[in-house]
């Protein structure tokens, strides 16, 4: 059934999957952890937290959550209206924009629900003066944009490296036809 399945309705079930996976795991840490609580799994390592994002990536321009938002559902309207362009011909190319969307409608629904996105999966060392060196806490919609941006990104070197290999003759585009010893 899922083979039969057109682009946009795999685009749609997958950003789907991922919006519920996500609000799933942060209603666990809502239900589990208090804000600013903190659960080490693997001392020195990681730990489950509970933290508020009211900023982008990185917590960059933090307490702009209603602007976010605004940008956030912008930027969603924009990538569903020009989806054709990114590959969604392929099956890479719906699983990118699934994630996506997904990782947007994931984040925009705490903007709009809780007034800042929920961040929970932290990854860290303890470094030497007992201080931890951490990686930003982060969540699974802001995992599925990663993972989907980044395939974006391998699907248009590989686009790009394959219409600059054959131009029909079996020589390089914009390179001189191989001389054979023949």
């Excluded at 996500?22 to 001392?43: F, S």
């Amino acid at each position: 059934m899922i083979g039969g399945l057109k682009a946009n309705a795999r685009i749609g079930i997958l950003a789907l999957v991922v919006i519920a996976f996500d609000q799933i795991t942060k209603l666990i840490v809502l239900n589990y952890l208090g804000y600013a609580q903190e659960k080490v799994l693997v001392p020195g390592f990681f730990k489950l937290v509970h933290w508020g994002n009211t900023g982008a990536a990185w917590s960059m321009f933090r307490g702009n959550n209603g602007v976010l938002a605004l940008i956030a559902f912008g930027a969603l309207m924009v990538l569903v209206w020009t989806r054709h362009h990114f590959d969604t011909h392929t099956l890479a190319g719906q699983v990118s924009l699934g994630l996506i969307f997904g990782g947007i409608i994931g984040n925009l629904i705490d903007r709009v629900r809780v007034k800042h996105v929920i961040d929970f999966l932290y990854f860290y060392v303890d470094r030497r003066d007992g201080q931890e060196a951490g990686f930003p806490a982060f969540n699974i919609a802001d995992s599925a944009i990663c993972i989907g941006v980044g395939l974006l990104f391998i699907l248009s070197w590989q686009n790009d490296g394959a219409k600059q290999i054959h131009s029909g003759s079996g020589s390089i585009v914009g390179k001189e036809p191989a001389v054979s010893d023949h």
